[in-house]
């Protein structure tokens, strides 16, 4: 296995903000797809919430079913070019989703935009890991899922600004940054990889593309098909058998899409657990923040943006501290405590909004507590589920949490379209906010069932286990 540290300082630095870089843009355009939610509405007088909502939830299934894929092509073909070519994909459809002239095209896009951010995500903190020593380590987690944080308290106010030229500018701001990271990354980064392998599991992955697919069109269509229609019962059953098929798969393949060495160390599989259940929260809270601001209380996309900031600002500011306190602490001690603010966050949005209520009195302290706790919880998610690896499964460990991570979006985002799609008002946005705090507490409960410290012992190779 080639290494990635050697070489001078300065390059080593180009290679951290690099990689750090690819990690923002791909979450920067997340938040910022969020906050043009009311001009694609506007712009695709046509959709419904419903089908608004596959501009988001066809980028997260697709992302989910190629990360595993990709992240084991990157052990073994090379994390620098994996993360390259992703680089360069999720650049060039941006620039479609731009010139999108439908919705339909809009999504089409969007998936082949996930590819590019499938490619890249796993490969960033494979290469960004191994730059760091061992007793570092989560602290590199920690600047990792900081730029996420990052993303997630810029993209509101930046996604507000770009909407008063358009939409399209929302995707169009990716354009000038991927390149200039292609150019520096293909420069400075080192390439990294696992000499021998098998071919990743390609089936797989579209196999659980579509069982994913297959469950959130149920759950968002539920209402306006019927919850007992044909189509929906149908719906739920290809996904009952797309799961079973994919635990074939994976006991069966050489290289699956989930690997059972690595499922089976308890630590990785209950904090996969944890991030698809905290992050299905996270979901909610993004698109409910944003429709319940413009719709119920009808501010500005640019108010929105604003008001809805504090709180992944305060994520940001909090996840290198949390990655450094869950390094001394333990991931599940911190990531439990940040699952519970979160939590309460949500908590407090559902008993205290109303419809003529103060922001200063009620969203804004809420956001700020929720933002505090996922600053806390991302670092020990993504700390629990990877650092028990050897450091040749880090990209293939990265993209599981991944794919939970964007599974559990895309089910955010379902309850939100089927909940708000059937009748959007005060009541629903309370009913998604205890959504949020529900998935939050129990996904900090299945952190907390860690407790015996397997998240911080010394990595072993897989096949030890």
């Given at each position: 296995?080639?290494?990635?540290?050697?070489?001078?300082?300065?390059?080593?630095?180009?290679?951290?903000?690099?990689?750090?870089?690819?990690?923002?843009?791909?979450?920067?355009?997340?938040?910022?797809?969020?906050?043009?939610?009311?001009?694609?509405?506007?712009?695709?007088?046509?959709?419904?919430?419903?089908?608004?909502?596959?501009?988001?939830?066809?980028?997260?299934?697709?992302?989910?079913?190629?990360?595993?894929?990709?992240?084991?092509?990157?052990?073994?073909?090379?994390?620098?070019?994996?993360?390259?070519?992703?680089?360069?994909?999720?650049?060039?459809?941006?620039?479609?989703?731009?010139?999108?002239?439908?919705?339909?095209?809009?999504?089409?896009?969007?998936?082949l935009q996930a590819v590019g951010g499938g490619l890249m995500l796993p490969s960033s903190l494979g290469l960004l890991l191994p730059m760091f020593p061992p007793e570092r380590r989560g602290a590199a987690v920690g600047l990792w899922s900081a730029m996420g944080g990052a993303a997630a308290a810029l993209g509101p106010p930046i996604g507000g600004l770009l909407v008063q030229a358009g939409w399209e500018w929302v995707f169009l701001v990716n354009l000038p940054i991927g390149a200039a990271a292609v150019l520096v990354g293909g420069w400075a980064l080192r390439e990294i990889r696992?000499?021998?392998?098998?071919?990743?599991?390609?089936?797989?992955?579209?196999?659980?593309?579509?069982?994913?697919?297959?469950?959130?069109?149920?759950?968002?269509?539920?209402?306006?098909?019927?919850?007992?229609?044909?189509?929906?019962?149908?719906?739920?059953?290809?996904?009952?058998?797309?799961?079973?098929?994919?635990?074939?798969?994976?006991?069966?393949?050489?290289?699956?899409?989930?690997?059972?060495?690595?499922?089976?160390?308890?630590?990785?599989?209950?904090?996969?657990?944890?991030?698809?259940?905290?992050?299905?929260?996270?979901?909610?809270?993004?698109?409910?923040?944003?429709?319940?601001?413009?719709?119920?209380?009808?501010?500005?996309?640019?108010?929105?943006?604003?008001?809805?900031?504090?709180?992944?600002?305060?994520?940001?500011?909090?996840?290198?501290?949390?990655?450094?306190?869950?390094?001394?602490?333990?991931?599940?001690?911190?990531?439990?405590?940040?699952?519970?603010?979160?939590?309460?966050?949500?908590?407090?949005?559902?008993?205290?909004?109303?419809?003529?209520?103060?922001?200063?009195?009620?969203?804004?302290?809420?956001?700020?507590?929720?933002?505090?706790?996922?600053?806390?919880?991302?670092?020990?998610?993504?700390?629990?589920?990877?650092?028990?690896?050897?450091?040749?499964?880090?990209?293939?460990?990265?993209?599981?949490?991944?794919?939970?991570?964007?599974?559990?979006?895309?089910?955010?985002?379902?309850?939100?379209?089927?909940?708000?799609?059937?009748?959007?008002?005060?009541?629903?946005?309370?009913?998604?906010?205890?959504?949020?705090?529900?998935?939050?507490?129990?996904?900090?409960?299945?952190?907390?069932?860690?407790?015996?410290?397997?998240?911080?012992?010394?990595?072993?190779?897989?096949?030890?286990?």
């Amino acid at each position: 296995m080639t290494t990635a540290t050697g070489g001078p300082a300065s390059r080593r630095g180009w290679s951290i903000a690099v990689v750090l870089t690819g990690v923002f843009v791909s979450s920067l355009d997340l938040f910022i797809v969020n906050i043009a939610f009311p001009d694609l509405a506007e712009s695709f007088p046509s959709a419904d919430l419903s089908g608004l909502s596959w501009v988001l939830s066809a980028y997260a299934i697709t992302f989910a079913a190629f990360l595993a894929p990709a992240g084991r092509w990157a052990d073994q073909s090379g994390r620098k070019r994996a993360f390259l070519a992703g680089l360069v994909l999720f650049t060039v459809a941006s620039a479609a989703c731009a010139a999108a002239p439908s919705l339909g095209a809009l999504v089409a896009a969007r998936t082949l935009q996930a590819v590019g951010g499938g490619l890249m995500l796993p490969s960033s903190l494979g290469l960004l890991l191994p730059m760091f020593p061992p007793e570092r380590r989560g602290a590199a987690v920690g600047l990792w899922s900081a730029m996420g944080g990052a993303a997630a308290a810029l993209g509101p106010p930046i996604g507000g600004l770009l909407v008063q030229a358009g939409w399209e500018w929302v995707f169009l701001v990716n354009l000038p940054i991927g390149a200039a990271a292609v150019l520096v990354g293909g420069w400075a980064l080192r390439e990294i990889r696992e000499e021998s392998g098998t071919a990743p599991d390609v089936l797989g992955a579209l196999a659980l593309g579509v069982t994913v697919g297959a469950l959130v069109l149920g759950i968002v269509q539920g209402e306006s098909w019927g919850w007992t229609s044909g189509r929906i019962l149908g719906m739920f059953a290809l996904g009952a058998l797309g799961t079973a098929f994919s635990v074939v798969r994976a006991l069966r393949h050489p290289a699956p899409v989930i690997e059972p060495a690595i499922v089976r160390i308890r630590a990785v599989s209950l904090a996969n657990l944890a991030t698809f259940l905290f992050f299905a929260g996270f979901g909610a809270m993004i698109l409910g923040s944003v429709l319940f601001l413009t719709g119920v209380w009808h501010h500005s996309v640019l108010r929105a943006g604003l008001e809805i900031a504090p709180g992944p600002l305060m994520a940001a500011v909090c996840a290198v501290p949390g990655g450094l306190l869950a390094t001394k602490y333990g991931n599940w001690v911190v990531g439990f405590a940040g699952s519970v603010l979160f939590a309460v966050g949500g908590v407090m949005w559902a008993t205290a909004t109303a419809a003529d209520a103060a922001y200063a009195s009620t969203f804004l302290p809420a956001g700020i507590i929720a933002g505090i706790g996922s600053g806390l919880a991302l670092p020990s998610l993504s700390g629990a589920a990877t650092l028990p690896l050897p450091p040749e499964r880090f990209a293939t460990g990265t993209a599981m949490v991944s794919m939970c991570r964007q599974i559990g979006l895309a089910l955010g985002a379902a309850v939100v379209a089927a909940v708000l799609g059937a009748r959007p008002d005060l009541d629903a946005f309370h009913t998604t906010w205890f959504f949020m705090a529900g998935c939050g507490l129990t996904g900090g409960l299945a952190l907390l069932a860690i407790r015996d410290g397997a998240a911080r012992r010394a990595v072993t190779p897989v096949g030890a286990r």
